[in-house]
C-alpha cells in the first residue's frame, strides 16, 4: 500500500504502520515498544516487517503518548557543571554508550538551573554534580520527595531520598603531589579561584604537602585559572616562560594539566624531561594525549556510574537511596615517568 504525498505531509500513524506491514495495531505497538521476552505470538518475521515499515514510513514513537502510558520518559538528565571539562565529556560518553542500547537517551542540561530543567523535563533518572548551596540540597530533597530519581556526585552529601555518589579527591590528590615530590621540588600549581580560598581540598593538598616536604610556597608558581581550557593554557604558558620556571606542575583538573603539556609543548619544553605534568580525573582524553598524561582517579568511573544511571532509569535497581563510593588510585604515565620501552 502507498500513501499520496500531500503538499504539507501528515504525520505518520500508528494505523499507517499496521496498515502496510498488514498487521495490527496492537502488534505495531507492541513490536515499536522495545519490550523483548514472553509469549507474544509475534514472530521474527513479522516484527522485522514492522520495523521496515516503520522505518519506510519515518515513523516516530509519539514520547508524550508513551510516557503518560508507560509512566516512563526514556530520558536520562545529565547536569554537569563544566561542559567542556573532560571529565564531563567522558561521563558523558559513557552514560549514552550505556543507556542507548535499553532504549533511553541521555541529555545534558545546558545550564545549571537542574531544578527547574527536571521540573519541565521528567526524566527516569538524573545525574548532579553542581549541589551549591542550602537551596540546591532543599530542592533535591522536593524532588525526592515528588517521585524523581536522583544520582548525586557530592563527597558531603548522604542519601535523602536520591542516590549519592562519593568519590573524594583528597588522598587521591595526596598521591599526585607526593608523585611529583620524587623527583622535583619546584612545583607548580594549576588551580580556581575556589581552590585559592582554600574551600577546594584539591589546592589545599597542594600547600600541605610542599610544606611538610619543607618547601616554600611561591606565588609565582601558583596561577589562578577559570573553568576553561584556554585560561588554563594562558596560565600555563605564564607560569612555563618564566626563568626560573617551575620543573613541575600540578593542576587540579585533567582538563588544565592538558592544556600545560599543550603550553609546554608549544614552549618547545620536553615533557616530562624539562617539566612534569600530572592532572587530577584520569579522563580518557588524558589517557589518548601525546604525551600520555599522568593523573589520579577512581578506577572505572566513568563505567560504573554510567551503569548506575542505567540500572536506575530501567527499574533494574530498586529500593531505598544507596551510596556509591569509589577510591582513588595513581597512574602514572608519560607525563612524568617518560616512555616506557
Known sequence: ???AQPDKPARTTLRMVAELAG???ATVSYVLSGRTGGRTGVSEATMTRVRQAAQELNYHPNQ??????????????LSLTMLSDPWSQELSRSVSEAVTPS?????????GDWATAITRQPCDVAFIDNVRSDKDREDLRRL?????????FDDQLEPDGFDVVHS????????AVRHLLESHQRIGCLTTELGRRLVHRRYAVYLEELQAAGIEIRDDYVETIDLDPSSAYAAAMRMLSRPDRPDAIYAISDFAAISAVQAALRLRLRVPEDVAVIGVGNTLDGERLEPSLSSVGPTDFYVKVAEIL??????????????????WSLFPRESTVGRRT
Open 310 to 327: 542505567r540500572q536506575r532509569a530501567t527499574g533494574e535497581v530498586v529500593g531505598a537511596p544507596t551510596t556509591y563510593d569509589f577510591s
Open 103 to 111: 532504549g533511553l537517551t541521555a541529555l545534558i542540561l545546558a545550564d
Open 23 to 25: 498487521v495490527s495495531t
Open 144 to 152: 525526592a520527595r515528588s517521585g524523581y530519581r536522583l544520582v548525586v
Open 1 to 3: 500500500m502507498t500513501y
Open 64 to 77: 508524550a503518548a508513551r510516557a503518560i502510558r508507560t509512566g516512563r520518559t526514556n530520558l536520562v538528565l
Open 168 to 175: 573524594d579527591a583528597t588522598e587521591g590528590c595526596r598521591l
